[in-house]
């Protein structure tokens, strides 16, 4: 939208979360609050978002580095919303067209309700639009106040309220749009016309409303039938609150798109987490960051993917941990598999359980089923890895690379020494350390060389059996 800007209130301390990070950066469905917030108003394709920083502000700027075109002003003490706004006036003197006034703890607010605050106030040609709800129990928000022809003739604060006041269900919002200029002037001019005859001795922004209504400059509202969206985050309580419905909302729109989920209450899946049809869930499994999985896979109870890419139908059994890694179509994981960082799982490869994979390639169809140790590894194609086979890629210092080729078999119960090659086509005898290269198509072990003695044991229990019959205790 032209001629759109966005400003984002931030400043505030969020005492009560009790945290030695700024609120708008604790996390929601893996993203934080104020991620949350810009990510709704990229969809708006503002012409400029200005973000209100205060209390933990090179905190928060250096979060949001990856969004270069934001501008940051910064409040400094916070006296007030209004003069949160204020700080803005650097910016946005000279512009034309609408402010859009969000705050940064409000994380699921609708792009589609913003766009319709901001074409009602288009539409009305109004100075401001104020977005409302009415509430069962409107505690603590600040009311709207309408005259006898229904037309809005201020906000009042829960502690700024008379009783009569309180009985008021409709509540602000905290959300408005803002003409830059109307025909009183500029909207930086009526701000620096704010006072702080209030409870809390605060320039409320709230009071621009009555401001308006006394000119005779046009205010519209915008009343939603559900607040759902509307609520901030003051405290944990609400962010576990918020969490629950924003992650209601994804998986009901996973099921919408073919995903099943078989127990929807359990089922973590992060903001920008991105499943195909067909996929079946398990109970307790949590897909984080940038996690994206095909069509047709099937991901077991209790799993946990961090920006993992799986192909399609991908079977992740019980218990695993993928993390920044990807997996080839067709693949079989676990249960209890652990893949750690870099590592790429060819299509039908199959790791089984208790099979711990870093910085690791496994090669299209090759097997690693059970018990195994893959650091630091590129293994080919067809390759067979033993139950047990550990490659020593740490020498105390330095991390080496083992290199296994296609059609390899490894024994169980190997150690591969690296750095280390094994060649094409070789075999790797059960139980071998293995130091130097094996040449392809050959056959190596490297484990001591088995001695028998014959019946040394059936003479040592007669000699036993001899010795307790002196001793008279048989
Ligand atoms: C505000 C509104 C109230 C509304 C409610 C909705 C005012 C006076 N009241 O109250 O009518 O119902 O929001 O949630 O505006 N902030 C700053 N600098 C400041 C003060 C606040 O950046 O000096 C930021 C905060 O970080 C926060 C937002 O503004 O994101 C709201 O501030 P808060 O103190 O929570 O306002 P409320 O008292 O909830
Ligand atoms: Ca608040």
């Known amino acids: ?22 609120k ?13 917030v810009l990510t ?23 979060a949001l580095g990856h969004r270069p075109n934001l501008q940051y002003v910064t409040q400094s003490p916070q006296l007030g919303t209004g ?37 009602t106030h288009r539409g009305a040609k109004a100075t401001a639009t104020v977005l409302t709800a009415e509430l069962a129990d ?37 959300i408005y749009t803002l003409a830059l200029r109307d025909s009183g ?35 519209e509202t915008v009343c939603l039938d559900s607040a759902e969206e509307l609520r901030g985050v003051n405290n944990r309580i609400d962010l576990a609150d918020l969490s629950l419905t924003f992650r209601q909302r994804t998986n009901r729109s996973l099921m919408v798109s073919g995903v099943t989920l078989v127990d929807p209450a359990t089922t973590y899946v992060d903001a ?37 890419v799986l192909g399609n139908s991908v079977v992740v059994l019980d218990r695993c941990v993928i993390v920044e890694s990807t997996v080839g179509e067709g693949a079989t994981l676990g249960p209890m598999a652990h893949i750690r960082p870099a590592s790429v799982i060819g299509p039908a490869a199959r790791v089984g359980n208790f099979v711990e994979l870093k910085k690791t390639t496994l090669g299209r169809g090759s097997k ?42 490894i024994g169980s119960d190997s150690q591969l020494i690296a750095p280390v090659t094994i060649g094409k086509g070789a075999y790797v005898g059960a139980g071998s350390s293995i130091a130097a290269d094996v040449p392809a198509g050959s056959l190596a072990i490297g484990r001591g060389q088995q001695v028998i003695k014959p019946d040394w044991a059936t003479k040592r229990r007669a000699a036993r059996a001899a010795e307790n019959v002196a001793k008279g205790d048989r």
Do not use: W
Not at 1 to 22: E, F, N, Q
Not at 298 to 306: E, S
């Open 1 to 22: 939208m032209t001629d759109l800007h966005v400003v984002i209130l931030a400043a505030g301390k969020g005492t009560r979360m009790k945290s030695a990070l700024p």
């Open 24 to 36: 708008v950066l604790h996390q929601l469905a893996g993203r934080s609050l104020i991620e949350h």
């Open 40 to 62: 709704t108003v990229d969809q708006l394709r503002a012409s400029s978002t200005v973000l209100v920083v205060g209390h933990g502000a090179d905190d928060v700027k250096a």
């Open 83 to 119: 003069h949160a706004l204020l700080q803005a006036e650097p910016v946005l003197q000279g512009k034309k067209g609408v402010v859009l006034v969000l705050y940064a703890d409000v994380p699921l607010l609708q792009a589609g309700t913003l766009q319709r605050l901001v074409e």
């Open 138 to 174: 409107p505690y603590g928000y600040g009311r709207i106040v309408r005259n006898t022809k229904g037309q809005i003739e201020r906000i009042v604060e829960e502690r700024d309220a008379s009783a009569a006041q309180r009985e008021i269900r409709e509540i602000n919002s905290g």
């Open 185 to 219: 002037g500029a909207l930086f001019d009526h701000l620096h016309q704010l006072a702080t005859d209030n409870s809390q001795g605060e320039y409320y922004l709230t009071d621009l409303i009555a401001m308006y209504r006394q000119q005779n400059l046009g205010v």
């Open 272 to 308: 920008g987490v991105k499943v195909g049809a067909d996929t079946v869930i398990g109970p307790g499994v949590q897909l984080q960051g940038k996690t994206v999985i095909g069509t047709g896979c099937q991901i077991h109870a209790g799993c946990r993917l961090t920006d993992a």
């Open 368 to 409: 690693a089923n059970h018990l195994a140790y893959l650091g630091d590894a590129t293994i080919g194609e067809g390759v067979n890895i033993g139950a047990g086979t550990i490659t020593c890629n740490y020498d105390g210092q330095k991390k080496h690379k083992t290199v296994i080729e296609d059609d390899v078999f």
